[in-house]
């Protein structure tokens, strides 16, 4: 019963952040960014989750100017955020994947830009290969598919993934007004 209370309530944070999306592209702007985690499991706000949300929101806003923050917050799905960029959509996603790509941790950031219709702009659009598995190199939707890697080993690897990102550690929320 748990587990199906847990995921109607990831299902209603679903439906509610698309119906966002959908407000959001009413204002007329190049692109829509959504910032989120990909965390497996139950589980989607362990230790150090927060503060890689803060430390990916920093990147992003170092990396576009005039970024415009329209709704954000906490649900069953973990943190979110959605933006409205003055930048366009292909260019925009070109920099999102050098985000998700800059350092290990960063792998756990889910960044989608969508154009002013709402079409998603995807790696396949770029050329690019789908985004690999958490575990192994297979692409990580076969893996999600066919249920590849047991729960326990997903979790190892995000919380090796978070572990610079947890309290104490070098890396903290960062600094606004940090270089």
């Known amino acids: 019963m748990l587990f199906v209370t ?28 959504s910032l989120a985690l990909n965390i497996p499991g139950q589980g989607k ?5 927060a503060e890689l949300f803060c430390w990916g929101r920093d ?12 709704q954000g917050g ?17 260019l925009a996603k070109v920099r999102c994947l050098a985000l998700e790509e800059s350092r290990p941790a960063a792998r756990l950031l889910d960044l989608d830009v969508f154009d002013r219709l709402g079409r998603p702009i995807d790696r396949a ?7 690999t598995c958490l575990a192994c190199s297979r692409p990580a939707k076969e893996c999600i598919r066919t249920g590849s890697h047991d729960q326990p080993a ?11 990102f947890r309290p104490g550690k070098a890396v903290r929320r960062p600094d606004r007004g940090a270089a």
Not at 18 to 27: I, M
């Open 45 to 49: 706000t362990p230790t150090g989750s």
């Open 154 to 164: 997903l979790q190892r690897r995000i919380d090796d993934l978070l572990a610079p």
């Open 59 to 70: 990147r992003l806003e170092r990396s576009f100017s005039g970024l415009v923050e329209f």
């Open 125 to 131: 659009l770029l050329g690019l290969s789908q985004r």
């Open 74 to 90: 906490e649900d069953a799905a973990g943190h979110y955020a959605l933006f409205l960029l003055g930048t366009a959509p292909l």
């Open 6 to 33: 847990f995921r109607n309530k990831l299902l209603e944070a679903r439906d509610s952040r698309h119906r966002a999306l959908l407000r959001a592209l009413t204002v007329r702007t190049p692109a829509v960014l």
